[in-house]
């Protein structure tokens, strides 16, 4: 049964709009709409300011095309009218969502989206999230090389790049090409340094302003988790997006989280920062596998001296004070930066470099720690107060 764009069309039109009187075809909501092998694609554009609370009507939307005869499966995006100020480049990122008033809120229980939040990903043994209080600590610096030092270490793994307002994968990875649909339905991963990569840099040009809302953010994701064909994976790491606002906060409620790695600087501690992601992730008890203090110290790259300039050993007394595991200091060092910006991971290129025994000697104990609490009934392995 072939799918038509007036059955789409007809369909939609039975769709209220946000002021609940005309429909959102009438509206001129609804992008053009494409069908291919009985899936079907469009956006409904929005105002940026109310793609939030329009979440329901994008799911609304979606589950009415999926109704229809013929139809496989639809995928709807929101679009965001662009605003002024709203342009800009990916690396800039959007202050969080304000946090809705309470009246309007949705629930952020298992009501608030349309897949039941923590539902795990067929075949994918243990996600874990790297994360940090704040930006430019180094987090998709240490995702990349713990996920290939974990691969080193005989398992099966894959990174999903979080920070869908400025995707670094593709950079950090080399990855040029675009991820590629067998079914039009789900995406196969990027190859790259022998693990599984997804990220939004893949999908979009370099220059391409993003501008997200929370739902949107949620949605992405959550495509970028369920609709990738990750199986079989041993561990799936999540460069998280910098922060610990809303959008952070639902991503760690949502995804089914064997643990959170936290990414710090040694200053960090004491500044508190990373004490907040880790608050944020004790709060949706999801357990702390441990603390990686990055830029530890420095080493010359003409002498190969050590040194400690930056107050090296912070995270650890910091993390042993707060009963958190350490799982090692990653020195500050041109190689890691300049094979990061390279797109070489530095544990790909050199395993047998001082930088890729760091990084596996953190792989090692977060390893450790996931078979330890899957031993252990793979509840949290840390129990909270
Ligand atoms: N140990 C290290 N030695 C040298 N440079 C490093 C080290 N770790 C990270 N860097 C460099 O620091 C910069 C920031 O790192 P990275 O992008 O990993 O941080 P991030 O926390 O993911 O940042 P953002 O918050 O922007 O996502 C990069 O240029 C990276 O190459
Ligand atoms: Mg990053």
Do not use: C
């Not at 949605?219 to 910098?242: F, G, I, T, Y």
Request: charged letters at 25%.
């Amino acid at each position: 049964m072939t799918v038509t764009r007036e059955a789409v069309i007809e369909k939609l039109s039975t769709i209220k709009g946000p002021d609940f009187k005309d429909d959102i075809v009438s509206l001129g909501m609804v992008s053009e709409i494409f069908i291919a092998d009985g899936k079907v694609f469009f956006s409904i554009t929005v105002p940026a300011e109310r793609a939030e609370e329009l979440e329901p009507l994008r799911e609304a939307a979606e589950r009415a095309v999926k109704s229809i005869p013929g139809v496989t499966n639809a995928l709807v995006a929101l679009t965001a009218e662009r605003q002024g100020g709203m342009g800009e480049a990916p690396r800039s990122r959007p202050q969080p969502a304000p946090r809705p008033a309470p009246q309007s809120s949705r629930p952020a229980g298992p009501a608030a989206g349309t897949i039941p939040p923590k539902a795990e990903i067929h075949g994918v043994r243990w996600i874990i999230a790297v994360a940090s209080g704040k930006g430019g600590v180094g987090k998709s610096t240490t995702a990349v090389n713990l996920a290939i030092a974990l691969r080193a270490l005989g398992q099966k793994v894959g990174i999903l790049d979080a920070d869908i307002y400025g995707p670094s994968m593709q950079k950090l990875l080399g990855v040029k090409e675009k991820p590629v649909t067998t079914d039009g339905r789900t995406m196969q991963p990027i190859e790259a340094w022998g693990v599984k990569a997804m990220s939004m840099g893949f999908l979009v040009e370099e220059d391409t302003p993003m501008v997200w809302r929370g739902p949107m953010v949620m949605s992405a994701l959550r495509q970028m988790l369920r609709d990738v064909e990750w199986a079989p994976l041993d561990v799936l790491v999540v460069d998280m997006p910098p922060g610990t606002g809303d959008a952070q906060l639902t991503m760690a409620q949502q995804v089914p989280l064997a643990g959170a790695v936290i990414v710090s600087t040694p200053q960090d501690l004491a500044l508190i920062d990373a004490r907040k992601g880790i608050n944020m992730f004790r709060k949706v008890e999801v357990p702390i596998l441990g603390v990686v203090e990055n830029m530890s110290y420095f080493i010359a790259p003409d002498t190969g001296k050590r040194y400690d300039i930056f107050g090296h050993g912070g995270a650890k007394a910091e993390a042993e004070r707060i009963g958190v595991p350490f799982l090692g200091g990653v020195p500050l060092t041109m190689d890691v930066r300049e094979k990061s910006d390279a797109g070489t991971p530095v544990v790909a290129v050199d395993p047998d470099g001082a930088q890729a025994r760091v990084y596996r000697e953190i792989a090692e104990k977060v390893l450790a720690q996931l078979k330890a609490q899957a031993g252990a009934g793979g509840g949290p392995r840390i129990v909270f107060e």
